[in-house]
């Protein structure tokens, strides 16, 4: 099972890489660990906010579905005491780009932008769904300079949250798309190309409602093995 949550709040790219909370939530039985974090690095990018504050974090976490129930339960709780301001849902993970590996705990190489994202009213599930994984992947990976595609459709909530959402989307850019266009949509320095892709894109994004009430999160991505560190915990 995977869980996802956003959280607001001072010096959480510090606060959330810190031994002591990987060790809680390793001892809670979470498995593995990724944090996006909107940090120093990537500064230069664009972010946008759906209410008044910018997400400062999000946080991924995969848990054995045996004890699911009570991982979620514990884990929610102890992300709560860390950030102060937290929502959370369980999703359904798909990958049309698998992102690559990288070692624990180290930064990847890119620019890993998130997008939390609201199923517009006027468009039953079913539709928006078929629109979105079906009609506008292969466009979003046309368009792009993308090397990792994640999508989390949400199953359900596991914390009171500011407003309703559907999905949350993951895309890994490279570093260089922060500043320059041409990087960010893989257009190749070619002003007629950039604006060809835009286009496609944007028509795509506006039929499944991601072009507004969205939150858009620039991020550092990390990702940790808590299995060894719980194996640690036990020996000693």
């Given at each position: 099972?995977?869980?996802?949550?956003?959280?607001?709040?001072d010096?959480?790219p510090?606060r959330l890489?810190e031994?002591?909370?990987h060790?809680?939530?390793?001892?809670?039985?979470v498995?593995?660990?990724?944090?996006?974090l909107?940090?120093?690095?990537?500064?230069?990018?664009?972010?946008?906010?759906?209410?008044?504050?910018?997400?400062?974090?999000?946080?991924?976490?995969?848990?054995?579905?045996d004890?699911?129930?009570?991982?979620?339960?514990?884990?929610?709780r102890?992300?709560?005491?860390?950030?102060?301001?937290?929502a959370?849902?369980?999703?359904?993970?798909?990958?049309p780009?698998?992102?690559?590996?990288?070692?624990?705990?180290?930064?990847?190489?890119a620019?890993?932008?998130?997008?939390?994202?609201?199923?517009?009213?006027?468009?039953?599930?079913?539709?928006?769904l078929?629109?979105?994984?079906?009609?506008?992947?292969?466009?979003?990976?046309?368009?792009?300079a993308?090397?990792?595609?994640?999508?989390?459709?949400?199953?359900?909530e596991?914390?009171e949250?500011?407003?309703?959402?559907?999905a949350?989307?993951?895309?890994?850019?490279?570093?260089?798309?922060?500043?320059?266009?041409?990087?960010?949509y893989g257009?190749?320095?070619?002003?007629?190309e950039?604006?060809?892709?835009?286009?496609?894109?944007m028509a795509?994004?506006?039929?499944i409602?991601?072009?507004?009430?969205?939150?858009l999160?620039?991020?550092?991505?990390?990702?940790?093995?808590?299995?060894?560190?719980?194996?640690?915990?036990?020996?000693?």
């Amino acid at each position: 099972m995977k869980l996802m949550y956003v959280a607001w709040g001072d010096d959480l790219p510090r606060r959330l890489r810190e031994d002591d909370l990987h060790g809680r939530l390793a001892a809670a039985g979470v498995r593995r660990l990724q944090l996006n974090l909107d940090d120093d690095d990537v500064a230069p990018a664009m972010r946008i906010a759906a209410g008044p504050d910018h997400i400062a974090a999000v946080l991924s976490i995969w848990t054995d579905s045996d004890t699911a129930s009570d991982i979620a339960s514990d884990s929610t709780r102890i992300l709560t005491e860390q950030t102060g301001k937290l929502a959370g849902w369980e999703v359904e993970e798909r990958l049309p780009i698998s992102p690559p590996e990288t070692a624990h705990g180290e930064r990847m190489d890119a620019l890993a932008n998130i997008a939390v994202l609201q199923r517009p009213d006027e468009l039953a599930r079913d539709e928006w769904l078929h629109r979105w994984l079906v009609d506008h992947t292969p466009v979003a990976m046309a368009t792009q300079a993308t090397f990792g595609y994640v999508q989390n459709i949400v199953l359900r909530e596991l914390t009171e949250t500011p407003r309703r959402v559907d999905a949350l989307v993951e895309e890994l850019f490279p570093s260089a798309g922060m500043i320059d266009r041409h990087a960010f949509y893989g257009s190749q320095g070619d002003d007629q190309e950039l604006h060809d892709r835009l286009d496609r894109l944007m028509a795509s994004v506006a039929r499944i409602g991601f072009d507004h009430d969205l939150d858009l999160v620039p991020s550092s991505r990390y990702v940790y093995g808590l299995d060894h560190q719980r194996e640690q915990q036990h020996a000693q």
